[in-house]
Each structure stands twice: as C-alpha cells, then as structure tokens.
C-alpha cells in the first residue's frame, strides 16, 4: 500500500509513502499521518492511497514508511483536497502551502520529537563506541536531536541516529495534537435515566440535607441537563452537595465538549430584526431564480447586480434560508468584517446561534472552535474573509462574495489566490450555488455574465424611498487658478459642508491618501525625504513627528534641516488626512470631527468606537481613507466629498481606472441612503476623464464600455490572462540579469509552441527598491489558460536551475492586481 501525502511546507508536490502492515486498516484520504521528511518528522495529509501490485513490489520497499496515523476522523475531506489541488496547480504554489491554509495550525504541529531506546532491541554495540554512547545517553532519559547535538558536541551524530532507528535500536516518541483532545470540556450535570426516586425517599432527605434535595428538584424540575459551574452558581450550591448527590446514583456528571462563540464586538451585538420585509419585485425574481437552482442542487453562479442600497444584502439573507431549509450550510464573503459590522450583525440577528465567524481578528483557539463547529455541522452560516473560503463544509450548498470586486480578496502571497474566483471553483466542486454582488462589478465578472457564464441578476433601483444622490464635479484646475493656492477645499464643497452642518446632517469626506501623504521636501534643492530601504519617499506623520515609509515601515524622527545643502526649514508638499482634519477644525470650529485612516484603526477598537459614534450620530464630520467607503449603511449621511478623485488614475496598473471608479460609486453610494436626498462633491483636475463622467452620471454601463474597449486594444485581462513575474535580489545587476534570461526563455519557448501568448517586459519594478532589494518584472499575456500556464510552470523550473544565489527570489503571480 502507497500513500500520497502533503506535508505543510513550501514544497512543490506531495511525497510518497509505503504503509506498514498495522497501519493499512486505518489509513484512509484525509487522515493526517506523522511522516519522516529528511532528517526530520513532520505531520501531513494523505491525499491518496495505492494498493500496489505484487510485481511492483520493489516500488515499496524504496519508499520510506509512513510512521503513524494520528487521527480516526477525516481531516481534510475529498472536495477540499480537489480544491488545494487546483489552487496550487492554478497559482502554480506549492501544494503544500495551499494545504496550509486549510488546516488550522494546532493540528498542523508536532510536538518536537524524541528519542527512546528500544526495550525489545537486542544490537550490541563496542563499549565506547558513538552508538553506544548514544545509546547509553538515552537509556533513562528521552531526548530531542537537539539536546542530543549539544550533548555530543562536533560529532556526527545525525546519521548514526538514523541508523540506530532504522534497525529499531532506538525509537522516536512525540505528543501529536489530537484533534478531540484540543477540544475543550467542561463538566454537566444531569438526571440519572433510570432512576427514580420515591416521593417518600425525597421526604426522608428534606431533613437530613435539604441543599441535596434542592438541587436534584431543580434538574428535575427543569428536566434539563445543567454546566457544573451554572449551577453552583445559580442554586448556591457547594461542588461537595453535587458529589454526593452523584454517589447516591441520582445524578451523574459527564464530560462535554465545549466550543466557544468568539466575543463579538459590541457594536456587532445590537441586533436589528428585519425579518418581515416585504421584498421589491426585483429582489423577489432574484430570490427565485436562486431558490429554484439551489433545489436542484446544481452547480451555478450569479451575478447579482445591484446599486447601493438595492437590497442586495436581503436577496442573500433569502438564499441562505433557503439552504438552510434544505439542510445545506451556506458561506457569506465580505471583504473585511471590521468594515461591515451591519451586514454581521444582520447576518446574526437572522440566524443566530446557526452562525459561525471567521476573521483575522480570531485567536488560533477561536479560529480552531469555530473550524469544528462548521466541520461538525453544527452551525450553518459562516461569515468570514478570504480565507474562510476554505472553511471544513461538510455539506456546503451556497457562497456568497459580497462586494466581488474589492481588492481585499486577492491575497498578496503565496498562494496568491482570489477569493472570489476560489469561490466560483469551490461551488463546481461541491456542486453549489454561488452569489457575486456588487455594485460595480468587476471587469471579469461582468463579462463572464455577458458570456453567459454567470447568470445576471440586477437591482436597479434603491429599496425604500431612498434616490441615487446628485453628483457635482468641482475642477480643482478652475479653484486654483480663481484661488492662486493649492486648493484641498473648494469652495463649494465648504458651503455644502456648512448646509449640512446647519440641518445637523453628517458629512463624511474621503482621502485617497495613497501615494499622497505629506512629502518633506527642501525648497532650495529639491531634495526628498527617502526611505533608506527603498525608492521611495517618507511620508511625515505630525501626530508623533516622525517621517515613515509606507513600504518597509521604516520610521525615523523628521528630519530639520536639508541633507544636501543645509537649507532650514524643509516643507511639506501634498494632503494627508490629518491636516485635511486641521483645516476642517480651522473651517468648522463647532462640529465634531473625526478621522478614520489605518494610523487610527492600528488599535482596533478605536475603529469601531469611531464607526458607533458616527452612527449615533455623535460626529458630525467624518474624514477617512478608502476604510469609509465600504458597506457603511449611515441614514443621516447627506453629503460625501471626495477631496482628491484622481489619485490612483495616473498609477502605472491597467486596472486602476476600475479601481477609481468602483472607489468612487462606493462612496457616492454611503450618501443619501433614506428619505433626505444626498449630495457629493468629487474634487479633481481631470474633470473629463472618462471615470470621473461615468461616476456623475451613475453609469456604470458606459463606464464598463470605454473600460472594455481599452482593455481589448491593449489585449489586458479580461480578454486575456496575465501572470506577473517578480525578481527580486540586493544586487539590482543579478536581478536585472536574470529578468532577461527568463524573459529570453520565455520568448523562446512561445515561438516553439506558436500559441497566442505574449511577454511584456522586463522592466524595472514600480519601485525599483524595496527593504534594500531591487525589482525586476515582467509578464505573460495570453488566451489559453492551460498554455499560459504550461509556460510559467516552464519559467519557474527555468529559474530553480539558473538561479546563481538564493537571496535570487522569482514570485509569481497569477491574474494580479497589484503591479509588481
Ligand atoms: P445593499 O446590500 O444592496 O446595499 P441592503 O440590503 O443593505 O442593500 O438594503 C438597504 C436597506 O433597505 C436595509 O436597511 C434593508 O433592511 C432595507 N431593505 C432591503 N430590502 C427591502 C425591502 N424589500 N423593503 C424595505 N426595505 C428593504
Ligand atoms: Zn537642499
Ligand atoms: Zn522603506
């Protein structure tokens, strides 16, 4: 018998093992094993077992032996194995760490390893000599290799040890993480069955101990099972009273497994009931149309598209009562749950204690109770981020990625997956039903609905009374030369300020900072405040009058006067929020005013206090970073500014149009959200481009056009797939070298193949240095997923060989976001 087994570490592929003889009944796929991996000992998963015929025998006896099988239950199931496959396959990562994510880290860890002498060994060794000196280190007292190595100082042990193991002289023992023994439990108590006592009996007992008799009436009374600690503490009770009680046989006290719920934020935790809406024509076609594909249990995918505010987020609440109905569990995306403590809360107050919670926020005994539960079955709604979408579903029937197009699904290292596209995967697999929604939607997913790959279902219009805000586009070109200043204000934008204020409606302004943020500068040379480590500037932080780079989190106190030419003092060039908050202060001495941006939100619940006040409607003003334009359901919202639209617009990435404009929908779409129309204010210097008008006038239609139509001229995704390669090295020259070689192999190899694929590049990285490394990149382009794909794996293999050094490192990705 072979088994394949995956080991969690960056390795490529999985590694073959026999089993010996005791172990073949309990092996099965999905089990985790203990395994010998070099000079080591390391859990892994089978991921498939072969009976091997007897001519190939000898196939065996070459492989090392699995050691031992740590679980009855099945780890990882079938579908989740198919699904690690295709996504180390599809982000050309290794399977091992596509695995990773799926495992939670107690049952990916062995304790480390010790070594005993075998009592039933029977080698004898010279006296003095290595083994037996071994041998005799370990006879009372078991040891890792380590204690071993410093025990026997500059001798060559390793080895030796090795082979006192394999001829069983020694033996190895470890404290494996077994997966019921990391489950916590708790004492309960409760009626014996069978046994009952007599009206006279209890009588009898009221005087000699009326505390016992207490007790044992109110379980019986309540006819329930009790926690220990609950009841002592409700009935003031002794432990000893309970004890007694048990020895008389009334009671009995068993072990349960306790899985604890993740304390949820508060502001998570003030339900709202919206069970009895009445749902919009729109939203009722969208329901059953999922409903009735749901019923087949069929493998499908939905576009469901729908401006802000549509109801998107009752259609998804539907479905998954639906699947519930059915006895399906359902999982719910969203793009960070710190962002969208409504739709959580939402989510809870529906289903309640049904619900499950996945976040990065988890500690790993939190993370590992809540992976139980949805592998148990024992909740059938999980929320979570990213990596919840290899959550262990026993029977998963439904996914639903809210906001398909944000950012925050595309994990930037490896395995850089998108969730989304995971998720349309995992649905095939497990032949489920997956929602995408979004008010923008993205590039992809929009054309794979035109291509009738997804089935598209719209919302068009707002539910409730609630209309599209108006939209004003202030030229900044216009407002500074009338103001012969750097306008960060417009006038404009102040008096609607001023309006709201009055009417005592909220405001809340966004800052696309990136990229932006206060630059030190010498105004006599020209000379930059820069990052040491990379090629970059430093961004001045006023709270604590440091400069720090966005990059590397480099951090150094502001520097006084100019490097090169002494010049004193330097200034500062660009907006940063914090002094968008100064001169909003300056403006509005009476409001209250506050700042949400990841300087902030660093100590998390300053994030969620600010979000709670704001929705108490205790700020008047709200200033933020890209954090505020999401999911954020504010009524009392009449007015968005958006200070600075075009940044992003000029950045060297095809898809940063998209970003600006989905960006810039989100944002419009917090104001005006009821009865009180809304108003936004886009403040920018290109007041033509093709975003910017699509934005005013809501269409997302036109913007996907002229967005599709530049997409095609330039043969970007999503008519063709892209996977980015990045080098990187300290040496800018071996880096830069090896970009060429590779790119020169890549051509080389395409014209062989003749296949439609295409290499840009090389060229050097947006920021040519990051953490002292230089950049180098270049990319594939091409239709066939499986060519395109067959060449990069050819590329990888390619460097592994030509490599000179390993501070070399080649990252590849596939289907970027970011430009490398
Ligand atoms: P979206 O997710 O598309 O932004 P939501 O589902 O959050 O929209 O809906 C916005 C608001 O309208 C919510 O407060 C929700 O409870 C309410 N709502 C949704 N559907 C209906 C309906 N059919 N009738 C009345 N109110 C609704
Ligand atoms: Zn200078
Ligand atoms: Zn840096």
Redesign the pocket.
């Known amino acids: 018998m072979i088994v394949d087994v995956v080991i969690f570490l960056p390795i490529e592929n999985f590694l073959s093992y026999s089993v010996p003889e005791h172990l073949q009944s309990k092996v099965s796929v999905g089990v985790r094993v203990v395994v010998p991996v070099r000079n080591s000992i390391e859990v892994g998963i089978v991921i498939d077992v072969r009976n091997v015929s007897e001519q190939k025998e000898d196939v065996t006896k070459e492989l090392k032996e699995i050691i031992d099988i740590l679980d009855k239950e099945i780890i990882v199931n079938g579908e989740m194995i198919k699904l690690c496959r295709w996504i180390s396959d599809y982000y050309i990562s290794p399977l091992g760490l596509a695995f990773q994510i799926a495992v939670p880290k107690f049952l990916r860890t062995l304790g480390k390893p010790k070594y005993i002498v075998n009592s039933e060994a029977k080698s004898e060794y010279l006296p003095g000599s290595l083994p037996q000196q071994i041998m005799e280190a370990l006879e009372n007292q078991p040891s890792e290799l380590k204690e071993l190595k410093k025990k026997f100082k500059g001798q060559e042990i390793e080895k030796e040890i090795l082979a006192l193991v394999k001829e069983g002289t020694l033996k190895l023992i470890f404290e494996p993480i077994k997966l019921r023994e990391k489950i916590k439990k708790e004492l309960w108590v409760r009626l014996k069955k069978d046994k009952t006592i007599s009206q006279e009996e209890i009588l009898v007992w009221q005087k000699k101990s009326p505390q016992q008799v207490k007790t044992y009436l109110s379980l019986l009374h309540k006819g329930e099972e009790y926690p220990l600690s609950d009841l002592l503490k409700k009935q003031q009770i002794t432990k000893s009273t309970v004890l007694s009680l048990q020895k008389k046989g009334w009671i009995e006290l068993v072990e349960k497994e306790v899985l604890r719920t993740p304390r949820l934020y508060q502001y998570i935790e003030s339900l709202?009931n919206?069970q009895d809406?009445?749902?919009?024509d729109e939203?009722e076609i969208a329901v059953k149309d999922i409903s009735n594909t749901l019923c087949q249990h069929q493998f499908k995918t939905f576009l469901l598209f729908?401006?802000?505010?549509?109801?998107?987020?009752?259609?998804?609440l539907r479905a998954i009562q639906t699947a519930m109905d059915r006895g399906y569990q359902s999982l719910f995306l969203v793009p960070e749950i710190a962002l969208t403590p409504?739709?959580v809360s939402?989510l809870y107050s529906r289903f309640k204690e049904q619900v499950a919670i996945l976040h990065s926020g988890l500690s790993d005994r939190e993370r590992f109770d809540e992976w139980i539960k949805i592998k148990e079955g024992r909740v059938s709604v999980v929320i979570g981020v990213r990596s919840a979408i290899f959550a262990p579903f026993q029977n998963l029937g439904l996914i639903i990625v809210?906001e398909e197009h944000e950012h925050t699904y595309k994990q930037e290292e490896t395995p850089r997956y998108h969730a989304r596209d995971v998720a349309v995967m995992r649905a095939q697999i497990n032949s489920a039903v997956c929602i995408l929604?979004s008010?923008t939607p993205s590039l992809e997913s929009y054309v794979h609905a035109l291509d009738s790959k997804y089935q598209l279902l719209k919302?068009p219009q707002?539910?409730?009374s609630?209309s599209l805000p108006t939209i004003h586009i202030v030229d900044l070109k216009l407002e500074t030369e009338k103001s012969s200043a750097d306008v960060i204000l417009s006038s404009i934008l102040r008096e609607k300020i001023q309006e709201k204020l009055k009417r005592h409606e909220q405001v809340m302004l966004l800052i696309n900072r990136r990229g932006f943020a206060p630059v030190m500068l010498c105004p006599s040379c020209g000379w930059i405040v820069s990052c040491p480590n990379c090629h970059t500037s430093l961004n001045y932080h006023r709270n604590d009058g440091t400069v720090r780079c966005h990059y590397c989190n480099y951090k150094q106190q502001r520097p006084i006067q100019c490097e090169e030419c002494g010049t004193t003092p330097l200034i500062l060039l660009g907006v940063g929020t914090q002094r968008i908050e100064d001169l909003l202060i300056q403006y509005f001495p009476e409001a209250s005013i506050s700042r949400m941006d990841t300087d902030v939100t660093a100590s998390k619940n300053r994030g969620y206090s600010i979000l709670k006040k704001f929705g108490e409607q205790k700020i008047d003003i709200l200033i933020g970073t890209q954090m505020i334009a999401k999911?954020h359901?504010y009524p009392n919202v009449t007015l968005v500014g958006v200070l600075n639209a075009d940044i992003g617009l000029t950045l060297p990435n095809f898809r940063s149009s998209e970003f600006v404009f989905q960006l810039l929908m989100q944002v419009a779409?917090r104001s005006g959200?009821r009865e009180i129309p809304g108003e936004v204010v886009i403040q920018t210097f290109m007041p033509g481009h093709y975003v910017i008008k699509t934005v005013q006038n809501h269409d997302y239609q036109m913007f996907i056009e002229y967005e599709l139509r530049n997409r095609r001229a330039m043969g970007y995704p999503p008519y063709n797939r892209m996977i980015q390669f990045g080098i990187e090295s300290e040496d800018e020259k071996e880096a830069r070298d090896m970009a060429y070689l590779l790119v020169r192999y890549a051509r080389n190899s395409l014209s062989q193949n003749r296949s439609e694929c295409s290499v840009l590049g090389p060229a050097s990285g947006v920021i040519r240095r990051v953490q002292n490394k230089y950049r180098w990149q270049f990319a594939l382009l091409g239709k066939a997923t499986k060519t395109i794909n067959r060449i990069a794996r050819d590329i990888n293999n390619h460097f592994q060989t030509k490599k000179t050094s390993n501070k070399l490192t080649l990252q590849i990705d596939v289907d970027p976001y970011e430009i490398y």
Do not use: H, P
Request: hydrophobic letters at 25%; a neutral charge.
């Open positions: 709202e919206t809406i009445t749902l919009t939203q729908g401006v802000t505010g549509s109801g998107k987020t009752e259609v998804y409504q739709t939402r809210d929604g008010a919302l707002r539910v409730a609630g999911g359901d779409g959200r």
